[in-house]
């Protein structure tokens, strides 16, 4: 049974042509003029891409006394929805839990997945058995390990462990993450506004300012190198941490640059709503900020010194943000868009010009492919890649409104922004899980996609490394020693 796309133009992150697909046992097996089939979707005035990978998700993840609302049936439906046809959730042991032990509850989460997804294993304490298991991890195709410099208490590690944690990536070839905000000096900013009476939503942000992203950027940057590692900077939010990694680049280190939708198109102003509920719901770490950080990223997604968008997806209701009325340090941290990320993206990006349609594939998923080792399966439209495909109409239009989403949660921060360019049909590995508005998306047809550790990338920066490292020198004729 072959299906075949036609009529639509491939827009890849380096080319753009016209060409028909071929589809077979939910692989590409011809690109080219004409080509018939067994089933036709028209791709007339469409663009053929890859399908959206979203490489920041926390589906069903327990965080702040609860879990996200949306698990990996709803979170993958609303991903395909959108465009996305793979995600990347994180595995998150706890404290003194081995690696493997919580690998196991995060397979056990996945079971009605409706497009393929594989995890990054997050390191949230330090010990003998987690550096054994990380090569544990590396060998079940898990090649990332996140850090999260703040979550004082609960998640976070220190610098000492995060240099051992990063010295281990580099001997396995694997790519450390990190959440970068300094967790003490927001802790202590916490307290400081807490006593000081300012507990609503809007202290959140007072709490993490962007010098507190910046200095840790900065600091994991520092670190990596002494490790002799590359780095990826999870939800770039600002200048200071963009200006670290710009400058890191430049210097010729291996760091790549996270922004997600929502910093690039929402800001500050947000959380200043009277509405206690309108502004806990935009609660997330790091927090919006204003118009001159969101022009810096767009920059950077331009300019190549930033590499790919997100979501970080972590979804709670309105109930379960209304834990934090009167504190806002227990508001769960958070927000969606796994649904909107990539129509939001074309409408504020290519519809205005800041991005090409090429810089809009390479930024939702020929990148991240790349970075994590999952090219050409994903990423691409080759013959052999995955069948991960959208038929992206830039015609399409509409409003998005909570009431019509696929996420479990009640409200979206999208709200009311109307968007320019949709998904025509969604396919993973061939099944067509989206027709317009119509949706078929299979629970359980979502596979585990494992990498392979040691990627070019991971290669070349540890021969440089090997090659520059300071050297003992030989001495001839040392004196002896002392008295
Ligand atoms: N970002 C956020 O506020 N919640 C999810 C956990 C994290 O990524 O920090
Ligand atoms: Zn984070
Ligand atoms: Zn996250």
Redesign the pocket.
């Given at each position: 049974m072959s299906t075949i796309i036609k009529n639509g133009t491939v827009v890849t992150a380096d080319l753009t042509y016209p060409a028909d697909v071929r589809i077979e046992d939910g692989v590409i097996t011809e690109i080219g003029p004409d080509l018939s089939g067994d089933k036709t979707l028209d791709a007339t005035g469409c663009y053929v891409m890859p399908g959206g990978i979203d490489p920041h998700t926390?589906l069903e993840m327990p965080?702040m006394g609860t879990y996200s609302s949306d698990d990996f049936e709803s979170g993958t439906r609303a991903a395909l929805s959108g465009g996305t046809t793979m995600v990347v959730d994180f595995c998150l042991p706890s404290p003194g839990q081995g690696l493997m032990d919580a690998l196991t509850m995060w397979d056990n989460k996945t079971g009605k997945a409706g497009c393929d997804y594989s995890f990054h294993m997050a390191i949230t304490w330090w010990g003998e058995e987690v550096w054994r298991q990380m090569a544990d991890t590396v060998d079940r195709g898990i090649t990332s390990f996140k850090h999260?410099m703040a979550y004082k208490g609960a998640l976070m590690v220190d610098d000492d462990e995060m240099f051992s944690s990063f010295q281990r990536c580099a001997e396995l070839g694997a790519l450390p993450l990190v959440?970068a905000e300094n967790g003490d000096v927001v802790a202590q900013m916490t307290q400081k506004l807490l006593d000081a009476g300012n507990s609503g939503p809007e202290a959140h942000a007072y709490s993490r300012p962007p010098e507190v992203e910046g200095e840790a950027t900065n600091r994991a940057i520092m670190i990596a190198d002494m490790a002799g590692v590359p780095l990826y900077v999870?939800?770039v939010s600002c200048e200071q941490s963009h200006e670290a990694i710009r400058r890191a680049r430049q210097k010729g280190m291996r760091v790549f640059g996270e922004p997600l939708i929502q910093h690039l198109t929402l800001d500050e102003s947000e959380y200043q709503n009277p509405d206690w509920d309108y502004a806990a719901r935009r609660v997330?770490?790091p927090p919006f900020r204003n118009k001159a950080h969101q022009d810096s990223l767009w920059a950077g997604l331009a300019s190549g010194s930033l590499q790919v968008v997100a979501t970080?997806h972590?979804a709670f209701t309105t109930a379960q943000k209304r834990t934090g009325i009167g504190n806002f340090a227990r508001i769960p941290?958070?927000t969606g868009g796994l649904e909107d990320r990539m129509p939001v993206l074309w409408t504020r990006g290519v519809a205005t010009g800041r991005l090409t349609p090429n810089e809009f594939v390479a930024v939702t998923s020929t990148n991240i492919a790349k970075i994590l080792g999952l090219y050409p399966k994903k990423g691409a439209v080759l013959v052999g890649a995955d069948a991960d495909l959208v038929v992206w109409d830039p015609a399409r239009r509409k409003t998005i409104s909570a009431a019509t989403q696929q996420s479990a949660i009640d409200y979206n921060v999208f709200e009311g922004i109307s968007v320019e360019g949709l998904p025509r049909f969604v396919l993973t590995r061939g099944h067509v899980a989206v027709s317009e508005d119509a949706l078929d998306v299979r629970q359980g047809h979502g596979r585990f996609v494992p990498r392979e550790a040691k990627n070019p990338v991971n290669r070349a920066f540890s021969q440089w490394k090997a090659i520059t490292a300071p050297r003992q020198v030989e001495r001839t004729g040392i004196p002896a020693s002392g008295v």
């Open positions: 926390h965080f999260f959440h999870v939800h997330m770490s970080d972590c941290n958070g």
